[in-house]
């Protein structure tokens, strides 16, 4: 991938496929509005793969405002996240009491919130197959999007210091955000939920014909967990690609909350019955907007049957710390 926007040959579609580049008319390669815009962009990645000659966008809005950081001296220009900040950078909710040698389940901070049920259901199956142990931590990856690049870093040397103390030698993902962020920082092996559970045995296949699933922004390019889970789809599998984003992407919602709103609303207007995903934001984010019944691959295929518990979010990702 190219990371010099001065490569664009303005051809136009990252603008076509963007609705944050449409709202301003605006493309990969005007980077002087984009150093303005930095916090408005998604960061889902699609203009990186629709540009025809591969420049990546998505990494090039990252690191303006990892820039714009480091020239604030650490600190956030733009208004709006210190909440985010607060609860992210030195996660509140962290829980490193469970963790163990060998195995351990690294859950995230967005999927407990949303599926607290499924958590300790997945816990306990992989416990009754094999010894692990669980980690309830933030990956990272917020505070790395927002542009504060080194208390990102640190958040990691902290994760690889409890893994190596505790001698883990696997992380398994239940969140492909943190998978893809996480995979070539941590000095353990990183796998997915999914492979794990087809390792062991666990899980049962969808008895739907045909289902339709809304991919998370990370895996759309590679397409790594559609694989992994491969065994637990039916044959006929309809991935949602004309939607960009869940909405909840690049913490852009705080720039753009109307296109943030926007953006799930062509899955409401073609009223699926049931959509599919594999992502706890996602998930979450989806169920608020209505208009479908949203299921997570993983509640399905454990039996949970859990759904997005909404109101209750913060709550659910409040008590992790005392499990």
Known sequence: MILDASKCIHCGKCTKSCIFLRKYDIDIGNTGRLEELAYHCFLCGKCSRVCPIKIDGREIILDIRKKRVKKN?????????????KEKEKYLFQNYRHIQKGSVLFPGCNFP???????????????????????FDC???????????????RIIQKINFHFLEAEVTEAIMVCPNCYYFLRNK????????YEKLR???????????????????????????????????????DLLEDVQCCGMGGCAGVREPELAKGLPQSIKEKKYKDIYTYCGTCGGNLTRTGGSNVHHILAEITGSKEEADIKKSLLNRAKTKFK
């Open 73 to 85: 001296r650490g600190k956030i220009d733009e208004k709006g996240y210190k909440l985010l900040i």
């Open 113 to 135: 919130s949303s599926y607290p049920k499924t958590t300790q259901l997945v816990y306990k199956m992989l416990n009754e197959k094999q010894e692990t142990g669980i980690v």
């Open 139 to 153: 990956c990272g990856k917020p505070i790395e999007e927002i542009g504060k690049s080194r208390e990102a870093e």
């Open 186 to 193: 941590l000095e353990v092996k990183v796998v997915s939920i």
């Open 199 to 237: 390792e062991l045995g666990i899980g049962k296949k969808l008895e739907e014909e045909e289902i339709h699933i809304f991919q998370p922004c990370p895996d759309r390019a590679a397409g790594e967990w559609l694989q992994h889970m491969a065994a637990f789809l039916p044959k006929k599998v």
